[in-house]
C-alpha cells in the first residue's frame, strides 16, 4: 500500500502572504538595481576599490532577489507529467551562478586589494566615495524595511533580508574608509575596506555552493537529522519497523521523505491504515519540516520478501 500525503494548511492565507512576497521583494529589486548603477558609476569616478567590491556584492545580492522572486513564482506553479515536482530545482542552478558570481568577486577584489596596499591608487575622490556609500545605506535601509514584514514567516524572504543587511554592512565599511580617507589621507583605507567587504562575501559564497553540492548530490538537507526521524517514525502506534529511509531537497527549504514503514497486521485489520499515514504526515510536516512525504505501508510477510532493506 503506497500513498502520499499532503498538507492544505491554509492556501488562500498562503496566497495572499505569496503575493504581498513579491511586491516586497519587487520594490527591493528596484532599490537596489537604482543603488547598483549609482556605486558602479561612483566606483569608475572616484577610483574607489571598496565601491567596485561592494557593488560586486550588491550584484550578487541583486541575483538573490530575483532568485527569490522567481522562487515565490515557481513556488505557486503546479507540478506537471515533465516536472512532477514542479520547478523548483531552477532555484538551484540559479545559486550555483550567484556562488560563482561571490566566488569571482572575492579573488579579483582580494587581488586588486593586496595590489593596492603596496602600491596605493593616487587620487581616491574620497568625498563622491562617502556620497555613494551614504547614499547606498540609506536606499539599503529602505529596502530592508520592505522586506522585513516578510522575513518573518518565510524562509525565502529571510534570505532576501539578510542579503540586504549584508549590501548595508558593505555601504557603511566603504563610508567609513572614505571618512578615514578624508581625515587623514591614508588611502590604504581602501584597500583595506575592500578586503573586508571580500571577507564578507566568501562565506555566504561558500554556503551557497555548499548547498548546491548537497542539493545535487541527494544530500541529507542541511540539519536533518535522519536517525531521529527514523525514532519519530517508530514511536508512532501501530509501526514495527522503517527501512528504505530517504531524506532530500528539491530546492534548499523544500524537503522530501520517503520510507517503507511495516506496520502490525491490526492496522490494516481495523481499517487504520490512513489514519497512520495522517499521522506519520503530520509529525514529519511539523517537526522536521518536511514538506512532501511518501509512506509504503507493509505487512511483516511482505517486508520479508524485499531483497534489500536500508537500516
Known amino acids: 500500500m503506497s500513498t502520499t500525503h499532503e498538507h492544505d494548511r491554509g492556501h488562500g492565507h498562503e496566497h495572499a502572504a505569496n503575493l504581498a512576497n513579491r511586491s516586497r521583494l519587487l520594490v527591493a529589486i528596484a532599490i537596489v538595481s537604482v543603488v547598483l548603477i549609482v556605486e558602479v558609476v561612483g566606483a569608475v569616478l572616484s577610483g574607489s576599490l571598496a565601491l567596485v567590491a561592494d557593488a560586486g556584492h550588491m550584484l550578487s545580492d541583486l541575483t538573490g532577489l530575483v532568485v527569490a522572486l522567481v522562487a515565490t513564482v515557481m513556488a505557486a506553479r503546479p507540478a506537471t507529467d515533465r516536472h512532477t515536482f514542479g520547478s523548483r530545482r531552477a532555484e538551484v542552478f540559479a545559486a550555483f551562478i550567484n556562488g560563482a558570481i561571490l566566488l569571482t568577486v572575492v579573488i579579483v577584489v582580494t587581488v586588486e586589494a593586496v595590489r ?22 540609506v536606499a539599503n535601509t529602505a529596502a530592508l524595511l520592505v522586506l522585513r514584514g516578510g522575513a518573518k514567516d518565510s524562509i525565502n524572504m529571510r534570505g532576501a533580508y539578510l542579503e540586504v543587511l549584508g549590501d548595508l554592512v558593505g555601504s557603511m565599511a ?42 545535487l548530490s541527494q544530500g541529507a538537507p542541511k540539519g536533518t537529522d535522519v536517525a531521529l526521524i527514523r525514532e519519530h517514525v517508530l514511536g508512532t502506534a501501530g509501526v514495527v519497523s522503517v527501512h528504505d529511509v530517504h531524506v532530500w531537497s528539491i530546492a534548499p527549504g523544500s524537503n ?12 490494516f485489520s481495523e481499517g487504520r491504515a490512513d489514519d497512520l499515514l495522517d499521522a506519520l504526515s503530520s509529525c514529519l510536516a511539523e517537526h522536521f519540516d ?20 536500508h537500516r
Do not use: N
Request: proline fraction near 5%; avoid cysteine; hydrophobic fraction near 60%.
Open 116 to 137: 593596492r596596499l603596496v602600491e596605493p591608487a593616487p587620487g581616491v575622490q574620497a568625498t563622491l566615495m562617502l556620497v555613494v556609500a551614504v547614499i547606498g545605506a
Open 174 to 215: 566603504v563610508a567609513i574608509a572614505a571618512v578615514i580617507i578624508l581625515l587623514t589621507g591614508f588611502e590604504r583605507a581602501d584597500a583595506i575596506a575592500s578586503l573586508a567587504i571580500a571577507v564578507l562575501i566568501l562565506p555566504r559564497a561558500a554556503s551557497l555552493l555548499r548547498d548546491v553540492i548537497r542539493v
Open 256 to 267: 522530501v521523505f520517503s520510507a517503507h514503514v511495516v506496520v502490525e497486521p491490526r492496522v
Open 290 to 309: 518536511v514538506e512532501h512525504s511518501t509512506f509504503q505501508l507493509e505487512p511483516a510477510e511482505h517486508a520479508k520478501h524485499e531483497v534489500e532493506q
